[in-house]
């Protein structure tokens, strides 16, 4: 019985020291492991960081912007000191810079000078891809490399609409160009880097993650198809590198959001497969020439995938579309909706047409297309968009003379509201042609509500490549587009 007993006892001890000994042998492992994996992240973003900072460079840019309509106070009805100083200033102006226009309003041209950011992606033809609004206006561009080599560049295009440009450097300067990535694999919470000159302070490296995919909404009335990150940018990383962990390019940093000014970790970065697609182009040609499906839509939802009996809710819902053209001929009819463009989703029809206006002009595209809760695919020919950059204000003016407009209250869940109603509409005229119809209540343009007629021609009044009315019939939210 002793020596169960004492055998039972041992057992016991010889456990309880196993146990600990494993917990201590685990405890040292798991710390030896974060370690390693901490130095091994530490190391990945050093080397990356080495690699691609010599594709990076300064931008300095030296320039003249005018200014319309400035007003100069009226010379009788100052006083005589501040009349000898308005003179004088005006005479200074004369001498340099200013024009008068008219009785006084005066057109005054100011020198400025910027900083910003550029990354190497032909090093044999020596190109650079930067931002559009850094190079607009611009009457002389200097680059400085990683390691202070400065020289001239030239521009070879710009792309308003994407905000992207491409420069060429002068010189004989070796260049070191980065591999710019098709961003297929990209995901939200992926590691980026974010590399430029902000406020002057080249080969300012700052780290985050992709915060979103696709983003847009942002009301910049241009393309819209972000990839946003927390990664720090400023002011001077504007046409600086997004890259990933592999060193690849993923985007080019375009814009902040801030309330204040400066970064409060969101921004903004133009994807790498439209900066490889709109560069290509600006090289060719020194424009971009804008690609056309030839259809009409609005965004797929809830309310339009149940009345079409689809089980898809996010896409393109085709209204239109239009004769002797490649998506016609192919079998594109309205009622479907594209879901997918070249294997990328489509969430909506603002995205499709972002997308059809960075496609190259004769390419094809790869359609997803739901019919009938079926899905399929379809290859379409990208046509020319024949049309002028100003097509949709002029629609706006027919819309106007086709019909009579008035303010109007109305109330929505027992919520007094104020909009814009249509009272009358003449037959044959643009409105009607587009679906308006009499008595529709005008909710919103391009998600942007409105609250009387001020302010509907104010947000007509803006450049926009698609028109959205979000309106309100017989009690039911419906969709009217201008194209």
């Known amino acids: 019985m002793k020596t169960i007993r004492f055998l039972y006892g041992f057992l016991l001890k010889a456990l309880f020291f196993l146990y600990f000994f494993c917990f201590f042998c685990i405890s040292l492992l798991a710390n030896s492991y974060a370690k390693t994996s901490s130095m091994v992240l530490q190391n990945s973003f050093s080397s990356v960081i080495q690699k691609t900072i010599p594709s990076i460079v300064s931008i300095y840019v030296d320039g003249m912007i005018t200014v319309e309509n400035q007003k100069i106070e009226d ?172 060193g690849e390019l993923i985007g080019v940093n375009s814009a902040i959001f801030s309330p204040v000014g400066a970064n409060v970790g969101i921004g903004f970065s133009i994807p790498g497969y439209v900066v490889k697609i709109i560069s290509q182009q600006l090289i060719s040609n020194g424009s971009v020439h804008r690609g056309n499906l030839g259809v009409s839509g609005v965004d797929s939802d809830q309310n339009m995938a149940e009345s079409i009996g689809t089980f898809k809710i996010d896409g393109a819902f085709i209204t239109e579309v239009a004769d002797n053209t490649s998506a016609k001929k192919e079998g594109l009819r309205a009622g479907d909706v594209i879901v997918s463009l070249n294997n990328r989703a489509i969430t909506n029809f603002s995205e499709l047409v972002s997308e059809m206006l960075i496609a190259e002009c004769g390419s094809k595209v790869r359609l997803g297309v739901i019919r009938h809760n ?86 007509l009044s803006q450049e926009y490549i698609l028109v959205l009315f979000q309106v309100l019939r017989n009690n039911k939210t419906v969709y009217v587009v201008c194209s």
């Open 75 to 246: 010379q009788d009805n100052i006083s005589e000191n501040k009349k000898n100083k308005r003179t004088k200033q005006i005479a200074f102006f004369n001498n340099h810079f200013l024009t008068k226009k008219n009785e006084n309003i005066y057109e005054v041209k100011k020198k400025f000078k910027a900083l910003a950011s550029g990354v190497i992606i032909d090093s044999n033809n020596r190109y650079i891809v930067t931002n559009n609004h850094v190079v607009e206006n611009a009457d002389c561009i200097i680059i400085k490399t990683y390691d202070n080599y400065y020289c001239l560049a030239d521009v070879v295009g710009t792309d308003a609409y994407t905000d992207l440009a491409v420069i060429k450097v002068r010189g004989t300067k070796q260049l070191k160009e980065i591999k710019i990535s098709d961003c297929k694999e990209l995901k939200v919470g992926d590691s980026t880097i974010a590399i430029g000159n902000p406020y002057g302070l080249p080969d300012t490296v700052t780290t985050g993650i992709v915060s979103n995919i696709g983003r847009s909404g942002l009301d910049l009335n241009k393309y819209e198809n972000f990839i946003q990150t927390d990664a720090a940018i400023n002011n001077g990383n504007s046409g600086g590198a997004l890259i990933d962990l592999k």
């Open 374 to 459: 079926k899905v399929f695919f379809i290859n379409v020919k990208v046509e020319e968009n024949k049309k002028k950059k100003n097509i949709l204000p002029e629609c706006v003016n027919h819309f106007f003379l086709g019909s009579k407009l008035c303010n109007f209250n109305y109330k929505m869940n027992g919520v007094d509201n104020k909009s814009v109603k249509i009272s009358a509409i003449k037959q044959g005229s643009f409105s009607d042609i587009k679906g308006f119809r009499k008595n529709d209540v005008i909710l919103s343009v391009n998600k942007r509500s409105i609250i009387n007629l001020k302010d509907l021609k104010k947000k």
